[in-house]
C-alpha cells in the first residue's frame, strides 16, 4: 500500500491540491490506519499554529442585543387546558346521557347490514368479470401469436 508524504497531507489540509489527487488522498483515508492517525496529528498541530481568539465578550454582548422577552402575564381561565378539559368532559356526557351515541351506532349498524349483502354480490361479480376478460385476453394473445 501507497502511503503519503506529511507535505502532501499539509496540502491536503490547507486545501491546495487539485480535486484528483484530494479525492485520492480521501480514499485513502478511509483505508489506511496509519495516514488517518499522521492526518489527525497534523491537523492538531495546525490547529495550534492558528491564532487564539478571544470571545469572552462575545456572547454576553450577543445576549444584550436580544430583544427582551416581555413577563409572564397572567392568563385567563378560559386559556387554561383544565377549563378546556372541563368543557369536553361536560359535552360528552352531555351527549352520553341524551343517547345521541347509542342512536348512531344503531344506525350505523343497520346500514353496514343492508349494505353488506349488496356488496358481498357485487364485489363478487365485478371480480369474476375481471378475471374472464383477463383470460380472454390472454387467448387473443395466444391467437395472435400463432399466426
Not at 478571544?54 to 445576549?63: I, K, R, S
Amino acid at each position: 500500500m501507497r502511503h503519503f508524504s506529511n507535505e502532501d497531507w499539509l496540502l491536503y489540509i490547507k486545501d491546495e491540491l487539485e480535486e484528483s489527487k484530494r479525492e485520492e488522498l480521501e480514499n485513502h483515508l478511509f483505508t489506511c490506519d496509519q495516514c488517518l492517525e499522521i492526518y489527525m496529528e497534523l491537523v492538531e498541530a495546525q490547529a495550534e499554529e492558528l491564532p487564539c481568539l478571544e470571545n469572552e465578550g462575545f456572547t454576553d454582548g450577543v445576549v444584550t442585543k436580544l430583544p427582551k422577552k416581555k413577563e409572564k402575564q397572567g392568563k385567563s381561565f378560559l386559556q387554561s387546558p383544565i377549563f378546556h378539559y372541563g368543557v369536553a368532559a361536560a359535552v360528552t356526557l352531555t351527549l352520553m346521557s341524551t343517547g345521541v351515541f347509542q342512536s348512531m351506532t344503531g344506525i350505523i349498524g343497520t346500514v353496514e347490514a343492508s349494505n353488506f349483502s349488496e356488496q358481498k354480490q357485487s364485489v363478487s361479480n365485478s371480480l369474476m368479470e375481471k378475471t374472464l376478460s383477463f383470460f380472454d385476453i390472454i387467448g387473443a394473445n395466444q391467437e395472435e401469436g400463432e399466426k
